[in-house]
């Protein structure tokens, strides 16, 4: 961290996925922050999911990954190992991720690692900053081992988070166990305290063609960039500025920043580069976000209809930005980049979410689905009375060290499972602190009457394949260590 000095973010231009031109750009960016990578190197890329037909634009690009293992290999001294590691999301074994994404070609060919983090040991670790939401955090030993970090984010729009960029780039430390915990009203301070376990020592961020909207299925907006620092709340802040958004707005930035991890004006930023911020800021000025509240988003011309109550924390009670309302958006544009006419083709679902107090407006052809362990309602459903209790519980009493594992197949199969009994309801109450996108795919699914993307058939035979390798390989660890 520099000492009475400005911290320095470089904005260059890059129009282009050319690995030899992002090379070359990266290593002046090390360059001119006089990074030297040394010793064990992790490159951390964001591959949350990809799939070259259905989630094109949602990670880190390869020919972004490959430019920045040249430009490592460049400059590093001392050097042991070259690692790119990470967790995908939604419960996807990242193996299947990164074949999806081109990766594997560009590790064999640069002659680096890979690292799994759903396939290795987690270990706690225990965090100390006074701020902290948990006194311990399980993290993939890799990770805690590791001598210099390279954090390679994708610029993106974000449904929870208004942006993703560096701090939030390390939800994918995690495995599925702890990587829900606190993805809830408290996702800000989660992301906070994760920053505690390592900080990285070089950021450079895709912003090439950027993702707007969504995270899972953004929007491509051609921004033409790459952001390069050395500290996430600086890089974090300009990529606030690049789309004229105030980082006040970021709630994770202006928490980590309190917390001492870095600055959020510009005033302690000096920019550097041959891209001006004011011209980005130009270009960017339709950039497209999506933090509308799920019942202001689904129109109501659509066939699924939210209704939203109170929350049980203080500090959010109008609405759970970390959880379930923003799963099921994530859903539903799942659900789009399938079948387009999705709101309208479903059969019609109430989706209710939070502490809702008076009479639901049920329809006769309408099911209902109650959504997270927060969600309470007492009232009439087609004739029958149903009460819905809370069962949500404050962080301080769920134990990160008794978490579900989130498998994905038992998770699949429980969700059929749980269906199947309630096959003859007019509603459901879906018990999850948040409930998960992948959970909200099935059941949405399955009362609505939708295909199932989650056995499209470019998905379904390789995840399938990529799990059973993910637990061989996971067994194997355990076994060699
Ligand atoms: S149950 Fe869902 S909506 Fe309720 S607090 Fe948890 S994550 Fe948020």
Same mark, same amino acid.
């Given at each position: 961290?520099e000492?009475? *000095?400005k911290y320095k973010v ?5 129009? *282009? ?9 990266? *290593? ?9 990578? *040394? ?29 920045? +293992? ?52 987690? +270990? ?42 560096s ?17 809830? /009203? ?17 950021i ?25 620092g050395t500290n996430s709340c600086a890089v974090d802040t300009v990529g ?17 920043s309190?917390?001492?991890?870095g600055p959020m004006?510009l005033?302690e930023i000096d920019i ?69 006419? =999705? ?9 209710? =979410? ?54 994905? =197949? ?24 948040? =409930? ?42 355990? /076994?060699?260590?």
């Open positions: 961290m000492i009475n *000095t470089i904005i260059r231009r890059c129009e *282009t996925y050319d690995a030899n031109k992002i090379s070359g750009i990266i *290593t002046e960016g090390m360059d001119e922050l006089g990074v030297t990578p *040394t010793g064990n190197i992790m490159l951390k890329p964001n591959v949350v999911l990809a799939h070259p037909e259905v989630f094109p634009h949602a990670f880190t690009r390869k020919e972004f990954l490959e430019g920045a +293992i040249l430009a490592t290999q460049k400059r590093a001294v001392n050097n042991n190992k070259i690692t790119v590691g990470e967790r995908s999301g939604i419960t996807i074994p990242t193996r299947f991720c990164f074949k999806n994404a081109g990766y594997m070609d560009v590790i064999k060919r640069r002659r680096v690692s890979s690292c799994y983090f759903d396939e290795v040991r987690h +270990i706690p670790v225990k965090l100390e900053k006074k701020e902290r939401l948990r006194d311990w955090l399980f993290i993939p030993e890799p990770v805690v081992r590791t001598d210099f970090l390279i954090n390679l984010p994708k610029f993106k729009a974000h449904p929870w988070c208004r942006m993703t960029l701090l939030k780039n390390f939800i994918g430390i995690q495995d599925d166990r702890h990587r829900l915990v606190d993805h809830n /009203l408290f996702l800000d301070r989660k992301i906070v305290d994760l920053q505690e376990v390592i900080q990285p020592h070089f450079a961020i895709d912003a090439i063609t950027a993702g707007q909207k969504m995270m899972l299925t953004p929007t491509p907006f051609q921004m033409g960039a790459i952001i390069m606030c500025h690049m789309v004229n958004t105030d980082p006040n707005d970021v709630i994770h930035l202006k928490l980590a309190k917390s001492g991890f004006t005033d550097t580069g041959d891209f001006p911020l004011h011209e980005i800021q130009e270009k960017t000025r339709n950039f497209q976000f999506c933090m509308e509240h799920i019942d202001d988003y689904f129109q109501p011309d659509c066939n699924l209809t939210c209704t939203v109550g109170s929350f049980p924390e203080k500090h959010s009670s109008d609405y759970c930005w970390g959880g379930c309302p923003g799963a099921l958006q994530e859903a539903m544009h799942i659900f789009k980049s399938y079948y387009p006419n =999705v709101l309208q083709d479903i059969k019609k679902i109430h989706y209710v =979410v939070g502490k809702v107090e008076g009479p639901l407006d049920i329809k006769e052809d309408e099911r209902v689905i109650f959504a997270g362990k927060c969600t309470q309602w007492e009232g009439t459903i087609h004739g029958r009375h149903v009460k819905i209790d809370s069962s949500y519980k404050p962080p301080h009493e769920v134990d990160e060290k008794k978490t579900r594992s989130n498998d994905m =197949v038992k998770k699949n199969l429980m969700s059929i499972l749980d269906l199947f009994i309630n096959r003859k309801s007019g509603y459901i109450h879906l018990k999850g602190c948040p =409930v998960s996108v992948g959970d909200h795919v099935h059941y949405v699914s399955s009362l609505g009457k939708i295909g199932n993307p989650n056995f499209d058939r470019r998905m379904f035979v390789g995840v399938n394949i990529a799990y059973w390798q993910m637990l061989f390989f996971r067994m194997l660890n355990k /076994l060699i260590h």
